[in-house]
Protein backbone atom coordinates (compact mmCIF):
# COMPACT_ATOMS: atom_id res chain seq x y z
CA UNK A 1 0.00 0.00 0.00
CA UNK A 2 2.34 2.65 1.24
CA UNK A 3 4.74 1.68 -1.38
CA UNK A 4 2.22 1.98 -4.46
CA UNK A 5 0.90 5.59 -3.42
CA UNK A 6 1.76 8.13 -5.37
CA UNK A 7 3.20 11.75 -4.47
CA UNK A 8 -0.40 13.11 -6.18
CA UNK A 9 -2.83 11.26 -4.44
CA UNK A 10 -0.62 11.45 -0.55
CA UNK A 11 -0.49 15.43 -1.85
CA UNK A 12 -4.36 15.29 -2.57
CA UNK A 13 -7.42 14.49 -0.40
CA UNK A 14 -5.97 11.82 1.34
CA UNK A 15 -3.11 13.76 2.52
CA UNK A 16 -4.37 14.15 6.56
CA UNK A 17 -4.76 10.39 6.57
CA UNK A 18 -1.65 9.91 5.28
CA UNK A 19 -0.03 11.74 7.91
CA UNK A 20 -1.70 11.30 10.56
CA UNK A 21 -0.42 7.53 10.04
CA UNK A 22 2.95 8.77 9.75
CA UNK A 23 3.46 6.75 6.15
CA UNK A 24 6.88 7.32 4.76
CA UNK A 25 8.70 9.13 7.47
CA UNK A 26 10.88 8.36 10.14
CA UNK A 27 7.88 9.16 12.61
CA UNK A 28 7.40 5.58 13.97
CA UNK A 29 10.93 4.73 15.00
CA UNK A 30 11.61 4.03 18.41
CA UNK A 31 14.54 5.09 20.25
CA UNK A 32 16.18 3.03 22.62
CA UNK A 33 18.73 4.71 25.03
CA UNK A 34 22.49 4.49 24.96
CA UNK A 35 24.23 1.36 26.86
CA UNK A 36 24.54 2.06 30.48
CA UNK A 37 22.22 5.08 30.37
CA UNK A 38 19.21 5.11 32.72
CA UNK A 39 15.89 6.49 32.22
CA UNK A 40 16.36 8.79 35.53
CA UNK A 41 19.73 9.82 33.46
CA UNK A 42 18.41 10.54 30.41
CA UNK A 43 15.53 12.78 32.64
CA UNK A 44 18.11 14.67 34.38
CA UNK A 45 19.96 15.60 31.24
CA UNK A 46 16.82 16.67 29.55
CA UNK A 47 15.68 18.59 32.82
CA UNK A 48 18.95 20.37 33.14
CA UNK A 49 19.12 20.56 29.67
CA UNK A 50 16.07 22.65 29.28
CA UNK A 51 17.28 25.27 32.21
CA UNK A 52 20.22 25.98 29.54
CA UNK A 53 18.43 26.77 26.50
CA UNK A 54 14.82 27.19 27.61
CA UNK A 55 11.67 24.50 27.71
CA UNK A 56 10.74 24.83 23.80
CA UNK A 57 14.06 24.16 22.51
CA UNK A 58 14.73 20.37 23.99
CA UNK A 59 12.84 17.60 22.79
CA UNK A 60 12.72 14.46 24.39
CA UNK A 61 9.29 12.71 24.06
CA UNK A 62 8.94 10.42 20.59
CA UNK A 63 6.56 12.70 18.89
CA UNK A 64 8.61 15.86 19.40
CA UNK A 65 12.02 14.32 18.12
CA UNK A 66 10.40 13.10 15.05
CA UNK A 67 11.84 15.60 12.76
CA UNK A 68 15.48 14.61 13.60
CA UNK A 69 14.38 10.54 13.00
CA UNK A 70 14.13 11.09 8.89
CA UNK A 71 16.95 10.02 7.05
CA UNK A 72 17.48 8.32 3.40
CA UNK A 73 20.02 6.12 4.82
CA UNK A 74 19.31 2.00 5.23
CA UNK A 75 18.28 1.41 9.17
CA UNK A 76 16.66 -1.97 9.26
CA UNK A 77 16.89 -2.77 12.34
CA UNK A 78 16.53 0.91 14.36
CA UNK A 79 19.84 1.31 15.25
CA UNK A 80 20.49 4.95 14.45
CA UNK A 81 17.67 6.94 15.94
CA UNK A 82 17.50 9.48 18.22
CA UNK A 83 16.28 10.05 21.47
CA UNK A 84 15.95 13.75 21.68
CA UNK A 85 17.63 17.07 20.41
CA UNK A 86 18.55 20.17 22.30
CA UNK A 87 19.11 23.41 20.35
CA UNK A 88 21.89 25.90 21.76
CA UNK A 89 21.93 29.52 20.46
CA UNK A 90 25.69 29.97 21.40
CA UNK A 91 28.98 28.50 21.77
CA UNK A 92 28.60 29.77 25.60
CA UNK A 93 25.73 26.96 25.98
CA UNK A 94 27.05 24.59 24.13
CA UNK A 95 29.81 24.49 26.89
CA UNK A 96 26.93 24.41 29.62
CA UNK A 97 25.49 21.12 27.83
CA UNK A 98 28.30 19.37 27.31
CA UNK A 99 29.03 19.60 30.87
CA UNK A 100 25.40 17.85 31.67
CA UNK A 101 26.24 15.43 28.74
CA UNK A 102 29.51 14.45 31.03
CA UNK A 103 27.50 14.49 34.29
CA UNK A 104 24.92 12.24 33.13
CA UNK A 105 26.86 10.40 30.74
CA UNK A 106 24.24 11.15 28.05
CA UNK A 107 25.55 10.57 24.38
CA UNK A 108 25.50 13.83 21.80
CA UNK A 109 25.39 14.01 18.55
CA UNK A 110 26.39 17.49 16.78
CA UNK A 111 25.05 18.34 13.71
CA UNK A 112 25.16 21.90 11.96
CA UNK A 113 22.17 22.19 9.72
CA UNK A 114 21.44 18.60 9.39
CA UNK A 115 21.19 18.21 5.76
CA UNK A 116 23.93 16.04 4.59
CA UNK A 117 21.38 14.09 2.62
CA UNK A 118 22.18 10.32 1.92
CA UNK A 119 24.94 10.42 4.63
CA UNK A 120 22.73 10.36 7.58
CA UNK A 121 21.00 13.68 8.20
CA UNK A 122 20.31 14.01 11.78
CA UNK A 123 20.29 10.13 12.83
CA UNK A 124 23.00 9.08 14.78
CA UNK A 125 25.92 5.94 14.37
CA UNK A 126 25.29 4.59 17.78
CA UNK A 127 21.59 4.66 19.23
CA UNK A 128 20.42 6.69 22.58
CA UNK A 129 22.08 9.56 21.71
CA UNK A 130 20.63 13.28 21.07
CA UNK A 131 20.71 15.84 18.39
CA UNK A 132 23.07 18.54 19.52
CA UNK A 133 21.32 20.87 16.77
CA UNK A 134 23.63 23.83 15.80
CA UNK A 135 20.98 25.63 13.44
CA UNK A 136 20.16 28.51 15.92
CA UNK A 137 23.69 29.42 15.04
CA UNK A 138 23.66 30.63 12.23
CA UNK A 139 25.92 34.21 12.55
CA UNK A 140 28.13 35.61 9.64
CA UNK A 141 30.43 36.79 12.22
CA UNK A 142 33.19 37.88 9.93
CA UNK A 143 33.31 38.94 6.22
CA UNK A 144 36.77 40.17 4.54
CA UNK A 145 36.45 41.88 1.41
CA UNK A 146 40.09 41.89 1.05
CA UNK A 147 41.42 38.72 1.91
CA UNK A 148 38.33 37.01 0.54
CA UNK A 149 37.47 35.58 3.85
CA UNK A 150 34.91 34.56 6.19
CA UNK A 151 34.12 33.35 10.02
CA UNK A 152 31.08 31.59 10.09
CA UNK A 153 29.03 29.58 12.66
CA UNK A 154 27.92 25.99 12.32
CA UNK A 155 23.82 26.48 11.58
CA UNK A 156 25.06 29.07 8.71
CA UNK A 157 23.96 27.94 5.58
CA UNK A 158 25.54 28.22 1.33
CA UNK A 159 22.22 30.26 1.32
CA UNK A 160 22.92 32.58 4.19
CA UNK A 161 26.37 33.00 2.75
CA UNK A 162 25.40 33.68 -0.50
CA UNK A 163 22.37 36.28 0.36
CA UNK A 164 25.17 37.98 2.54
CA UNK A 165 27.45 38.42 -0.21
CA UNK A 166 24.93 39.14 -2.77
CA UNK A 167 23.14 41.87 -0.54
CA UNK A 168 26.53 43.68 0.14
CA UNK A 169 27.86 43.58 -3.26
CA UNK A 170 30.72 41.59 -2.53
CA UNK A 171 32.13 40.24 -5.57
CA UNK A 172 32.88 36.65 -3.53
CA UNK A 173 32.19 33.45 -4.77
CA UNK A 174 31.00 30.34 -2.34
CA UNK A 175 31.97 26.80 -3.63
CA UNK A 176 28.59 24.52 -2.96
CA UNK A 177 28.06 20.80 -2.22
CA UNK A 178 25.07 19.90 -4.74
CA UNK A 179 22.61 20.80 -1.43
CA UNK A 180 23.83 24.28 -1.09
CA UNK A 181 21.02 25.86 -0.52
CA UNK A 182 20.32 24.01 2.84
CA UNK A 183 23.71 22.61 3.98
CA UNK A 184 26.02 24.08 6.12
CA UNK A 185 29.69 25.10 5.09
CA UNK A 186 30.75 24.08 8.40
CA UNK A 187 28.99 20.33 8.33
CA UNK A 188 30.36 19.97 4.79
CA UNK A 189 33.89 20.84 5.30
CA UNK A 190 34.21 19.21 8.84
CA UNK A 191 32.80 16.03 6.98
CA UNK A 192 35.39 16.76 4.17
CA UNK A 193 33.23 17.19 1.60
CA UNK A 194 33.49 18.62 -1.99
CA UNK A 195 32.25 21.24 -4.53
CA UNK A 196 32.60 21.70 -7.90
CA UNK A 197 34.53 25.16 -8.22
CA UNK A 198 38.11 26.06 -8.01
CA UNK A 199 37.31 25.57 -4.24
CA UNK A 200 35.99 22.66 -4.64
CA UNK A 201 38.04 20.47 -1.91
CA UNK A 202 36.49 22.45 1.39
CA UNK A 203 39.28 21.53 4.22
CA UNK A 204 41.38 22.88 1.71
CA UNK A 205 40.40 26.27 2.09
CA UNK A 206 39.19 25.74 5.37
CA UNK A 207 41.21 28.19 8.09
CA UNK A 208 40.73 28.56 12.20
CA UNK A 209 38.32 26.97 13.99
CA UNK A 210 36.53 27.58 17.67
CA UNK A 211 35.84 24.56 19.19
CA UNK A 212 33.85 23.38 22.49
CA UNK A 213 36.47 20.26 23.97
CA UNK A 214 34.60 17.43 25.55
CA UNK A 215 35.89 19.11 29.46
CA UNK A 216 33.90 22.54 28.13
CA UNK A 217 36.74 24.15 27.46
CA UNK A 218 37.12 26.64 24.24
CA UNK A 219 40.34 25.59 22.11
CA UNK A 220 40.88 28.02 19.06
CA UNK A 221 43.45 26.53 16.67
CA UNK A 222 45.55 27.75 14.05
CA UNK A 223 46.34 31.78 14.82
CA UNK A 224 43.04 32.38 17.10
CA UNK A 225 44.88 31.05 20.20
CA UNK A 226 47.19 33.88 19.79
CA UNK A 227 46.69 37.48 22.02
CA UNK A 228 44.37 39.68 19.58
CA UNK A 229 44.88 37.46 16.86
CA UNK A 230 44.54 39.27 13.48
CA UNK A 231 45.43 36.09 11.01
CA UNK A 232 43.24 33.49 12.46
CA UNK A 233 41.51 33.02 8.78
CA UNK A 234 44.55 34.16 6.70
CA UNK A 235 47.31 31.44 7.98
CA UNK A 236 46.04 27.66 8.41
CA UNK A 237 48.85 26.25 10.18
CA UNK A 238 49.34 28.16 13.25
CA UNK A 239 52.28 26.74 15.27
CA UNK A 240 52.93 23.14 16.66
CA UNK A 241 51.09 20.41 15.50
CA UNK A 242 48.28 21.03 13.43
CA UNK A 243 44.88 20.31 15.33
CA UNK A 244 42.30 21.35 12.36
CA UNK A 245 42.31 18.11 10.96
CA UNK A 246 41.71 15.89 14.03
CA UNK A 247 37.92 18.17 14.20
CA UNK A 248 37.02 16.60 10.77
CA UNK A 249 35.41 13.24 10.43
CA UNK A 250 35.77 12.43 14.23
CA UNK A 251 34.11 13.38 18.01
CA UNK A 252 37.26 15.06 19.05
CA UNK A 253 35.14 18.48 19.71
CA UNK A 254 32.37 20.76 18.86
CA UNK A 255 33.07 22.86 15.72
CA UNK A 256 31.20 26.42 17.31
CA UNK A 257 33.22 28.95 14.43
CA UNK A 258 34.95 28.03 11.34
CA UNK A 259 36.52 30.06 9.13
CA UNK A 260 36.96 29.83 5.24
CA UNK A 261 38.64 31.27 2.40
CA UNK A 262 36.49 32.70 -0.71
CA UNK A 263 37.20 32.81 -4.61
CA UNK A 264 37.55 36.22 -5.84
CA UNK A 265 34.38 36.44 -8.52
CA UNK A 266 36.08 35.71 -11.99
CA UNK A 267 35.77 38.56 -14.98
CA UNK A 268 34.63 35.14 -17.16
CA UNK A 269 33.55 32.47 -16.42
CA UNK A 270 32.59 29.67 -19.21
CA UNK A 271 31.31 26.11 -18.58
CA UNK A 272 31.90 22.72 -20.12
CA UNK A 273 30.37 19.42 -20.80
CA UNK A 274 32.74 16.88 -22.96
CA UNK A 275 30.22 13.85 -24.38
CA UNK A 276 31.46 10.32 -24.62
CA UNK A 277 28.90 7.75 -25.59
CA UNK A 278 30.15 4.44 -24.71
CA UNK A 279 30.72 2.99 -21.07
CA UNK A 280 33.97 1.57 -21.44
CA UNK A 281 35.07 5.56 -22.48
CA UNK A 282 35.70 6.52 -18.82
CA UNK A 283 38.99 4.97 -18.57
CA UNK A 284 40.29 7.33 -21.33
CA UNK A 285 38.37 10.30 -19.65
CA UNK A 286 40.36 9.65 -16.54
CA UNK A 287 43.49 9.69 -18.75
CA UNK A 288 42.88 12.80 -20.62
CA UNK A 289 41.55 14.31 -17.11
CA UNK A 290 44.51 13.85 -14.95
CA UNK A 291 47.38 16.20 -16.39
CA UNK A 292 44.98 18.73 -17.48
CA UNK A 293 44.08 18.63 -13.57
CA UNK A 294 47.60 18.07 -12.08
CA UNK A 295 48.57 21.01 -14.16
CA UNK A 296 45.81 23.57 -13.38
CA UNK A 297 44.91 24.08 -17.07
CA UNK A 298 41.16 22.57 -16.03
CA UNK A 299 41.33 24.43 -12.41
CA UNK A 300 37.86 23.01 -10.85
CA UNK A 301 37.09 19.42 -9.06
CA UNK A 302 35.75 17.52 -12.24
CA UNK A 303 32.58 15.65 -12.42
CA UNK A 304 32.33 12.48 -15.08
CA UNK A 305 28.73 11.94 -14.55
CA UNK A 306 27.54 8.34 -15.78
CA UNK A 307 24.03 8.60 -17.80
CA UNK A 308 21.97 7.01 -15.56
CA UNK A 309 22.83 9.09 -12.72
CA UNK A 310 22.04 11.65 -14.65
CA UNK A 311 18.56 10.73 -15.61
CA UNK A 312 17.80 9.50 -12.22
CA UNK A 313 18.12 13.19 -11.37
CA UNK A 314 15.12 14.43 -13.34
CA UNK A 315 13.46 11.00 -14.81
CA UNK A 316 11.37 8.13 -12.89
CA UNK A 317 12.89 4.72 -13.29
CA UNK A 318 9.51 3.58 -14.97
CA UNK A 319 10.20 6.31 -17.65
CA UNK A 320 13.14 4.88 -19.00
CA UNK A 321 13.07 1.08 -17.51
CA UNK A 322 10.88 -1.46 -17.04
CA UNK A 323 12.67 -4.96 -17.61
CA UNK A 324 13.16 -6.97 -14.90
CA UNK A 325 16.52 -6.64 -12.79
CA UNK A 326 18.65 -3.32 -13.05
CA UNK A 327 18.56 -1.27 -15.56
CA UNK A 328 20.65 -2.35 -18.82
CA UNK A 329 23.43 0.02 -20.37
CA UNK A 330 21.55 0.06 -23.26
CA UNK A 331 18.06 1.21 -21.93
CA UNK A 332 20.86 4.15 -20.28
CA UNK A 333 21.94 5.07 -23.74
CA UNK A 334 18.50 4.95 -24.91
CA UNK A 335 16.90 7.51 -22.65
CA UNK A 336 20.71 9.32 -22.51
CA UNK A 337 20.98 10.12 -26.31
CA UNK A 338 16.68 11.34 -26.29
CA UNK A 339 17.93 13.98 -23.38
CA UNK A 340 21.53 15.03 -25.23
CA UNK A 341 23.20 13.62 -22.84
CA UNK A 342 26.46 11.06 -23.11
CA UNK A 343 27.26 8.07 -20.91
CA UNK A 344 29.64 9.69 -19.64
CA UNK A 345 28.83 13.43 -19.38
CA UNK A 346 32.31 15.23 -17.84
CA UNK A 347 31.72 18.81 -16.67
CA UNK A 348 34.37 21.59 -16.42
CA UNK A 349 34.68 25.17 -16.05
CA UNK A 350 37.53 28.15 -17.06
CA UNK A 351 37.72 31.12 -15.01
CA UNK A 352 39.60 33.89 -15.81
CA UNK A 353 39.92 36.23 -18.47
CA UNK A 354 38.43 35.56 -22.05
CA UNK A 355 42.18 35.44 -22.74
CA UNK A 356 43.14 33.03 -20.30
CA UNK A 357 39.99 30.89 -21.19
CA UNK A 358 40.75 31.05 -25.03
CA UNK A 359 44.24 29.46 -24.33
CA UNK A 360 43.04 26.95 -21.58
CA UNK A 361 40.28 26.13 -23.85
CA UNK A 362 42.57 25.03 -27.05
CA UNK A 363 44.55 22.85 -24.98
CA UNK A 364 41.64 21.07 -23.13
CA UNK A 365 39.64 20.97 -26.79
CA UNK A 366 42.87 19.18 -27.86
CA UNK A 367 42.78 16.56 -25.25
CA UNK A 368 39.50 15.27 -25.72
CA UNK A 369 38.94 15.31 -29.64
CA UNK A 370 42.31 13.18 -29.65
CA UNK A 371 39.69 10.77 -27.23
CA UNK A 372 36.91 11.26 -29.63
CA UNK A 373 35.01 13.46 -26.37
CA UNK A 374 32.74 16.04 -28.06
CA UNK A 375 33.97 19.73 -25.87
CA UNK A 376 29.76 21.48 -25.40
CA UNK A 377 29.44 24.87 -24.16
CA UNK A 378 26.39 26.52 -23.50
CA UNK A 379 26.03 27.49 -27.37
CA UNK A 380 25.45 23.97 -28.36
CA UNK A 381 23.34 22.37 -24.78
CA UNK A 382 21.36 25.96 -24.65
CA UNK A 383 18.87 25.09 -21.86
CA UNK A 384 19.16 21.30 -21.06
CA UNK A 385 18.48 21.27 -17.71
CA UNK A 386 21.19 19.08 -16.92
CA UNK A 387 24.15 21.34 -18.50
CA UNK A 388 22.27 23.95 -16.48
CA UNK A 389 22.47 22.26 -13.09
CA UNK A 390 26.38 21.74 -13.27
CA UNK A 391 26.97 25.19 -14.99
CA UNK A 392 25.35 26.35 -11.76
CA UNK A 393 27.05 24.16 -9.46
CA UNK A 394 30.60 25.35 -11.52
CA UNK A 395 29.83 28.72 -10.19
CA UNK A 396 28.94 27.87 -6.83
CA UNK A 397 25.28 28.42 -7.35
CA UNK A 398 22.19 26.82 -5.33
CA UNK A 399 19.75 24.43 -6.37
CA UNK A 400 18.59 21.17 -5.49
CA UNK A 401 18.01 18.92 -8.50
CA UNK A 402 20.36 16.29 -7.25
CA UNK A 403 17.60 15.73 -4.60
CA UNK A 404 15.11 13.99 -7.46
CA UNK A 405 17.53 11.09 -7.00
CA UNK A 406 15.57 10.03 -3.83
CA UNK A 407 12.57 9.07 -5.58
CA UNK A 408 14.08 7.54 -8.69
CA UNK A 409 12.96 4.35 -7.29
CA UNK A 410 9.62 4.93 -5.94
CA UNK A 411 8.57 7.51 -3.53
CA UNK A 412 10.19 5.90 0.11
CA UNK A 413 13.08 8.19 -0.44
CA UNK A 414 15.92 5.57 0.15
CA UNK A 415 19.96 6.96 -1.35
CA UNK A 416 23.13 5.76 0.44
CA UNK A 417 25.97 7.07 -0.83
CA UNK A 418 29.22 4.68 -1.09
CA UNK A 419 32.28 6.64 -2.23
CA UNK A 420 35.31 4.77 -2.56
CA UNK A 421 38.62 6.78 -3.79
CA UNK A 422 41.25 5.46 -6.25
CA UNK A 423 44.53 6.84 -7.85
CA UNK A 424 43.37 9.22 -10.75
CA UNK A 425 44.17 6.28 -13.36
CA UNK A 426 41.94 4.69 -15.99
CA UNK A 427 43.28 1.60 -15.26
CA UNK A 428 41.16 2.17 -11.72
CA UNK A 429 38.30 2.57 -13.67
CA UNK A 430 36.90 -0.82 -15.90
CA UNK A 431 37.44 -2.73 -12.21
CA UNK A 432 35.31 -0.33 -10.24
CA UNK A 433 32.47 -0.25 -13.11
CA UNK A 434 31.98 -3.79 -12.86
CA UNK A 435 32.46 -4.98 -9.35
CA UNK A 436 29.60 -2.31 -8.67
CA UNK A 437 27.55 -3.22 -11.33
CA UNK A 438 27.93 -6.79 -9.85
CA UNK A 439 27.08 -6.05 -6.28
CA UNK A 440 24.33 -3.89 -6.88
CA UNK A 441 22.83 -6.25 -9.27
CA UNK A 442 22.95 -9.03 -6.73
CA UNK A 443 20.83 -6.82 -4.86
CA UNK A 444 18.34 -5.64 -7.57
CA UNK A 445 19.58 -1.94 -7.48
CA UNK A 446 20.92 -0.07 -10.51
CA UNK A 447 24.28 1.54 -11.59
CA UNK A 448 23.85 5.16 -10.81
CA UNK A 449 27.05 6.58 -10.49
CA UNK A 450 29.79 9.49 -11.21
CA UNK A 451 33.61 9.57 -11.20
CA UNK A 452 35.31 12.85 -9.91
CA UNK A 453 38.70 13.98 -9.76
CA UNK A 454 39.35 16.24 -7.15
CA UNK A 455 43.36 16.54 -7.91
CA UNK A 456 45.29 13.09 -8.39
CA UNK A 457 42.81 11.12 -6.66
CA UNK A 458 39.51 9.62 -8.28
CA UNK A 459 36.14 9.64 -6.46
CA UNK A 460 33.59 6.75 -7.67
CA UNK A 461 30.31 8.29 -6.44
CA UNK A 462 27.64 5.58 -6.38
CA UNK A 463 24.56 6.63 -5.44
CA UNK A 464 22.71 3.43 -3.79
CA UNK A 465 18.63 4.19 -4.55
CA UNK A 466 16.27 2.14 -2.90
CA UNK A 467 12.75 2.41 -1.85
CA UNK A 468 12.81 2.98 1.91
CA UNK A 469 8.99 2.71 2.31
CA UNK A 470 9.56 -0.95 1.44
CA UNK A 471 11.13 -2.62 4.33
CA UNK A 472 12.50 -5.65 2.20
CA UNK A 473 14.32 -3.17 0.15
CA UNK A 474 15.29 -1.19 2.90
CA UNK A 475 17.00 -4.52 4.63
CA UNK A 476 18.42 -5.22 0.83
CA UNK A 477 19.90 -1.93 0.44
CA UNK A 478 21.56 -2.17 3.56
CA UNK A 479 22.97 -5.49 2.76
CA UNK A 480 24.13 -4.35 -0.56
CA UNK A 481 26.04 -1.24 1.01
CA UNK A 482 27.97 -3.53 3.15
CA UNK A 483 28.75 -5.91 0.60
CA UNK A 484 30.20 -2.74 -1.35
CA UNK A 485 32.41 -1.45 1.70
CA UNK A 486 33.94 -5.01 1.96
CA UNK A 487 33.84 -5.98 -1.83
CA UNK A 488 35.95 -2.86 -2.54
CA UNK A 489 37.72 -2.46 0.76
CA UNK A 490 39.38 -6.16 -0.54
CA UNK A 491 40.73 -4.39 -4.10
CA UNK A 492 42.41 -1.20 -2.10
CA UNK A 493 39.47 1.40 -2.81
CA UNK A 494 38.14 2.01 0.99
CA UNK A 495 35.84 4.95 1.46
CA UNK A 496 36.66 8.73 1.45
CA UNK A 497 33.33 9.21 3.80
CA UNK A 498 30.00 7.29 5.19
CA UNK A 499 26.68 7.80 6.67
CA UNK A 500 25.79 6.56 9.79
CA UNK A 501 24.79 3.05 9.01
CA UNK A 502 27.92 1.92 8.21
CA UNK A 503 30.91 4.27 9.45
CA UNK A 504 32.03 1.33 11.57
CA UNK A 505 32.59 -0.76 8.28
CA UNK A 506 34.65 1.56 7.04
CA UNK A 507 36.56 2.35 9.84
CA UNK A 508 37.45 -1.27 9.57
CA UNK A 509 39.11 -0.94 6.18
CA UNK A 510 41.70 1.33 7.30
CA UNK A 511 43.01 -1.20 9.61
CA UNK A 512 43.94 -1.60 13.69
CA UNK A 513 46.39 0.54 14.27
CA UNK A 514 44.93 3.66 12.65
CA UNK A 515 41.46 2.60 14.73
CA UNK A 516 43.41 1.81 18.34
CA UNK A 517 45.03 5.29 17.76
CA UNK A 518 41.82 7.38 16.75
CA UNK A 519 40.35 5.20 19.98
CA UNK A 520 43.94 6.56 22.19
CA UNK A 521 42.90 9.97 21.05
CA UNK A 522 39.08 9.66 21.82
CA UNK A 523 40.01 8.37 25.28
CA UNK A 524 42.28 11.49 26.27
CA UNK A 525 40.25 13.90 24.63
CA UNK A 526 36.83 12.74 25.69
CA UNK A 527 36.79 10.14 28.60
CA UNK A 528 33.51 9.76 29.28
CA UNK A 529 32.63 9.08 25.34
CA UNK A 530 29.66 12.00 25.72
CA UNK A 531 30.57 13.72 21.90
CA UNK A 532 29.07 11.68 19.37
CA UNK A 533 30.14 7.74 19.74
CA UNK A 534 30.43 6.19 16.56
CA UNK A 535 31.44 8.69 14.69
CA UNK A 536 33.99 7.67 11.68
CA UNK A 537 33.89 4.40 13.80
CA UNK A 538 35.24 6.10 16.93
CA UNK A 539 33.65 5.10 19.68
CA UNK B 1 3.54 58.76 -9.35
CA UNK B 2 3.66 58.09 -5.64
CA UNK B 3 1.78 54.56 -6.76
CA UNK B 4 4.71 53.85 -9.28
CA UNK B 5 7.22 54.29 -6.56
CA UNK B 6 5.67 52.35 -4.30
CA UNK B 7 5.24 49.42 -7.16
CA UNK B 8 8.68 49.44 -7.73
CA UNK B 9 10.55 49.36 -4.18
CA UNK B 10 7.24 45.99 -3.89
CA UNK B 11 9.09 45.01 -6.19
CA UNK B 12 12.68 45.35 -5.43
CA UNK B 13 11.78 44.12 -1.83
CA UNK B 14 10.24 40.26 -3.51
CA UNK B 15 13.21 40.24 -5.81
CA UNK B 16 15.57 40.24 -2.77
CA UNK B 17 14.94 36.76 -1.25
CA UNK B 18 16.31 37.03 1.87
CA UNK B 19 16.10 39.58 4.12
CA UNK B 20 19.84 41.11 4.77
CA UNK B 21 21.30 39.36 7.73
CA UNK B 22 23.42 41.57 9.78
CA UNK B 23 26.83 40.75 10.59
CA UNK B 24 27.54 38.40 13.83
CA UNK B 25 23.30 38.55 14.33
CA UNK B 26 21.24 35.38 13.93
CA UNK B 27 18.68 35.02 11.16
CA UNK B 28 15.69 37.20 11.84
CA UNK B 29 12.35 35.42 11.58
CA UNK B 30 11.43 35.10 7.70
CA UNK B 31 8.34 36.25 5.61
CA UNK B 32 6.60 33.05 4.06
CA UNK B 33 7.79 34.11 0.59
CA UNK B 34 11.11 34.60 1.96
CA UNK B 35 10.87 30.70 3.39
CA UNK B 36 9.29 29.37 0.42
CA UNK B 37 12.02 30.98 -1.91
CA UNK B 38 14.82 29.77 0.37
CA UNK B 39 13.66 26.44 0.95
CA UNK B 40 11.02 24.78 -0.58
CA UNK B 41 11.22 26.69 -3.70
CA UNK B 42 14.49 24.74 -4.86
CA UNK B 43 12.82 21.11 -5.17
CA UNK B 44 8.68 22.07 -5.37
CA UNK B 45 7.94 23.34 -9.15
CA UNK B 46 11.32 22.82 -10.02
CA UNK B 47 10.91 19.12 -11.26
CA UNK B 48 12.38 17.78 -8.24
CA UNK B 49 9.23 17.59 -5.93
CA UNK B 50 5.66 18.12 -6.99
CA UNK B 51 4.20 21.53 -7.56
CA UNK B 52 2.38 22.62 -4.20
CA UNK B 53 0.85 26.31 -4.96
CA UNK B 54 -2.29 27.15 -6.16
CA UNK B 55 -3.85 23.66 -5.21
CA UNK B 56 -5.43 24.51 -1.47
CA UNK B 57 -3.10 21.93 0.09
CA UNK B 58 -4.66 22.37 4.13
CA UNK B 59 -2.16 24.30 6.03
CA UNK B 60 -2.28 21.50 8.94
CA UNK B 61 -1.21 18.47 6.58
CA UNK B 62 1.61 21.08 5.02
CA UNK B 63 2.67 21.79 8.65
CA UNK B 64 3.18 17.87 9.40
CA UNK B 65 5.00 17.43 6.22
CA UNK B 66 7.41 19.92 6.55
CA UNK B 67 8.20 18.27 10.23
CA UNK B 68 8.19 14.54 9.05
CA UNK B 69 9.17 14.85 5.59
CA UNK B 70 6.84 12.32 3.83
CA UNK B 71 8.37 10.06 1.55
CA UNK B 72 11.18 11.14 -0.29
CA UNK B 73 11.27 14.70 1.23
CA UNK B 74 13.51 15.33 3.53
CA UNK B 75 11.97 16.87 7.57
CA UNK B 76 12.55 20.69 8.38
CA UNK B 77 13.07 20.81 12.01
CA UNK B 78 11.89 23.96 14.45
CA UNK B 79 15.88 24.94 14.03
CA UNK B 80 15.50 25.63 10.34
CA UNK B 81 11.90 26.53 10.18
CA UNK B 82 10.46 28.38 13.09
CA UNK B 83 7.28 27.14 14.41
CA UNK B 84 6.35 30.78 14.07
CA UNK B 85 7.67 30.57 10.11
CA UNK B 86 6.16 27.49 9.55
CA UNK B 87 2.52 28.43 10.42
CA UNK B 88 2.71 31.07 8.35
CA UNK B 89 4.33 29.17 5.72
CA UNK B 90 1.54 27.06 5.74
CA UNK B 91 -1.12 29.50 5.59
CA UNK B 92 0.46 31.07 2.71
CA UNK B 93 0.92 27.80 0.85
CA UNK B 94 -2.77 26.85 1.58
CA UNK B 95 -3.84 30.04 -0.23
CA UNK B 96 -1.22 31.10 -2.63
CA UNK B 97 -1.95 31.24 -6.25
CA UNK B 98 -0.29 28.96 -8.79
CA UNK B 99 2.66 30.14 -10.31
CA UNK B 100 2.83 29.74 -14.10
CA UNK B 101 6.55 29.48 -13.60
CA UNK B 102 6.64 25.85 -11.89
CA UNK B 103 6.79 23.01 -13.48
CA UNK B 104 7.11 19.77 -11.33
CA UNK B 105 5.55 15.80 -11.20
Given at each position: MTANMDRRSLLGAGVASAAAAGLGTGAKAKAVLAPGVRK???????????????????????????????????????????VGAVCPETAEQVQAIVKIANQFRQPIWPVSTGKNMGYGQTTTAMPGQMILDLKRMNRIISVDPELCTALVEPGVTYRQLKDYLVENNLPLWIDVPTVGPIASPVGNTLDRGVGYTPYGEHFMVQCGMEVVLADGEILRTGMGSTKNPSAWQAFKWGYGPYLDGLFTQSNFGVVTKMGMWLMPAPPVYKPFVIRHRKMEDVARIVEAMRPLRIANIVPNVVLMMGGAYQLAMFKRRGEVWDGAGPITDEAVSKAATANNLGMWNTYIALYGTEGMIAESEKIIRAAFAAIDGEVLTEAEMKDNPWFHHHATLMQGGLNLDEIGLARWRGNGGGLAWFAPVAPAKGSETQGQVALAKQILGKHGFDYTAAFAIGSRELHHIIALLYDKSDPAEEKRADDCYRELVTGFGE?????????VHAMDLVAEQFGTVNRAFNAKLKDALDPNHILAPGKSGIA | MRRAVALVAGLALAGSAQAAQKLGEAQAQRSPEQVYSAVCGYCHGKNVGPVIRGRGLPAEAVEYQVRHGQNAMPAFRPTEITPAELKALAAWIQTSAADPKEHGQ
Open positions: ADFKGAVAAMRKVVGDEWVFADPDAVAPWKKSYTPDPYGKHIPRGWASYRTG | -
